[in-house]
């Protein structure tokens, strides 16, 4: 009876050391920690190709009706749901915390993710702190005390182009397919500025959590996911002129159109900001910032934001944190990396094909999350159906990439080789492995 109980004691030795080496093995062979539980909790290999509605285009926060079930209804018209479809399709949309009053937010929030249930369709919800704040002068405005919200020390919640409150900012200018006016920039280090991000993110993401939880559990897919962050950096989408305080008062046909220069890391070729925020982080106080540290605050705030998130009960395979690059490999693609959160690109020169993004590929090497996502995505190649559809299913080639998100539909809809190529893929990716019906 020796030989059965040493038998026995083997094979209970090599049970156990299969189940210990296990996870090393599947990390030496390319796969990443969690993947395996991630996508049982997310639907095993789906994936996603999302449209976004734009802000104001159709789907108008301030209008919460607007995110209604007749705008899901334009979209699933051409591209009905199909289960067994490995890629799928739906809607993104981003809320802009700041820019309306929060029971409109929650208002149009809950809307929109209504319709989603309604007409089963998967959602991305984008949540933005940082570009469209009008509706807070009480954190900006610091000048004017004629207008809502005037307090002096509204300084420290604005950027800076020098070391001292006294250079803090009035006015920016952003540059999404034209040059518009906005307010200043926020000090992303500013224990105000966010302590009401903090505040938002408990106030939004819970809302989103309550749908998610009376779905069915055969709809739970359709939360693809909730997105904080949009480009988080320091200068680029909100930039400052040198002078740029004194264009205040004169009349905004006035302003100078200079391009940004992306090659430049500091400054994008304008006024230097982020003093401010290395100064409230403790980072710097004197001397010119560098790269590294322009990084370091912007990587910070996403973190801190994807940290709150996390501690609503987000788990990480449905959160992402959405960052980006100008400059070839440049540092800022680090930002959306970090321990709670799935990371997110945005992908205009590299659509066609991110394997040759350095900054991203850079970070996908040591990033753990189990996903990452082409957050924000738009082939600027022709508009021909197999340049898009070649484009689209490289970007997918990767299985922890977890979606594409269009950018948006509006600049789509009326391209039938685009709407094509979307379909295309779509119904060559049934999960049963057979073809389409031709």
Known sequence: MAWKETFMKQNLFLALATFLLAPLVEVAAGAVPGARAAEHATGSGIQYILLNRAPRQGMDQRTPETLGRRQFEEVLARFPNRPSARIQTGLSHVFSCFRTPPETTIKALKIFLEAAGQTDTPVLVQIDTEHWWEARPDLWNWWDPAKPGYNPANRENVEWTGWSPDTAIKIAWRNWGRQIRVPPPPNLASPRYTAACREEVRRLVPVVLAWHAQLPK?????????????????????????????LLARPASADPKGALNTEDVLTRGMAQIGCAALKSSGIRTNGVPTEGELRDVAQSYLEMLCREAAGCGVPRERLFAHGAGWKEGELAYDVPVNRYACPGWSFYRHAADP????????NLAKSDAPYWAATEWMFQGIEETAAWRNALATTLSDSRCRYVCIFNWESICSSEAVLKSIADLVQSSRRDGSQPAK
């Open 218 to 246: 055969d709809k739970k897919n359709l939360l693809v996911g909730i997105k904080l962050g949009h480009e988080t950096s320091i200068g680029v989408n909100a930039y400052h002129f040198p002078s740029g305080n004194d």
């Open 355 to 362: 394997g040759k993004d350095l900054g991203v590929q850079r």
